[in-house]
């Protein structure tokens, strides 16, 4: 069992920055691919970033290459999201996913672990 705890998330001017984190907790961090997920209000889950295990090839969506970096710190067993040059349409519910296949964790993670999700709004 995987419990994932976010946090990080606020209301933030078009053109800011914010830096969500989540923690993983209940079992080993190594060898867990992680990713993050948004969900606009009316819109579906949509894959944002990924980040394997051995905190290489991170991917993103290209709707936020350039602007969010996706990290890991395996000690601290957190993963971070920072986002840069925010935009109104970035504003979601953002979810942290965990899995051990990285071609789930990108997808449906069907069989992983998601976290309760953080707040980020972005005014114009």
């Known amino acids: 069992q995987v419990q994932l705890v976010e946090s990080g998330g606020g209301l933030v001017q078009a053109g800011g920055s914010l830096r969500l984190s989540c923690a993983a907790s209940?079992?080993?961090?190594?060898?867990?691919?992680m990713a993050w997920f948004r969900q606009a209000p009316g819109k579906e889950r949509e894959f944002v970033a990924v980040?394997?295990?051995?905190?290489?090839?991170?991917n993103y969506a290209d709707s936020v290459k350039g602007r969010f970096t996706i990290s890991r710190d395996n000690v601290k067993n957190t993963v971070y999201l920072q986002m840069n040059s925010l935009k109104p349409e970035d504003t979601a519910v953002y979810y942290c996913?965990?899995?051990?296949?990285?071609?789930?964790?990108?997808?449906?993670?069907?069989?992983?672990?998601w976290g309760q999700g953080t707040q980020v709004t972005v005014s114009s």
């Open positions: 996913a965990a899995h051990t296949l990285r071609s789930r964790v990108t997808t449906t993670n069907d069989g992983g672990y």
């Open positions: 209940g079992r080993t961090f190594s060898g867990t691919h």
């Open positions: 980040i394997s295990w051995t905190a290489g090839n991170p």
